[in-house]
C-alpha cells in the first residue's frame, strides 16, 4: 500500500540480460552465464544483469557490489 500511496519508491534489478540483438541471441551459450552483448539504449544505460532504476535514475548500491 505505500507504493501506491507513492511513500516509498520502488527498486528492482533485472534478473536477466536483455540481448542487444537477435544475432546475440543465437550466438550466445545456454550454459554460459553472461555471455552476450547486451542493449543500451539513447541515454547510455546498458540491460546487463543486476541494472535497475527508480524513480530517481539508475539504482547504484549495495546491491550491485554483491550481484554484478
Known amino acids: 500500500m505505500d507504493l501506491i500511496a507513492g511513500k516509498t519508491e520502488p527498486t ?3 534478473p536477466f540480460q ?3 540483438n537477435m544475432l546475440t ?3 550466445q551459450f545456454e550454459d554460459v552465464p553472461q555471455d552476450m552483448t547486451t542493449r543500451t ?3 547510455g544505460n546498458t ?3 543486476a541494472f535497475g532504476q527508480n ?3 539508475v ?3 549495495a546491491r ?4 554484478n
Not at 64 to 67: A, D, F, H, N
Open 25 to 27: 541471441v543465437e550466438a
Open 41 to 43: 539504449d539513447t541515454e
Open 12 to 14: 528492482v534489478l533485472l
Open 59 to 61: 539504482i547504484e548500491d
Open 18 to 20: 536483455i540481448p542487444a
Open 64 to 67: 550491485l557490489k554483491k550481484y
Open 47 to 49: 540491460y546487463d544483469f
Open 55 to 57: 524513480w530517481s535514475g
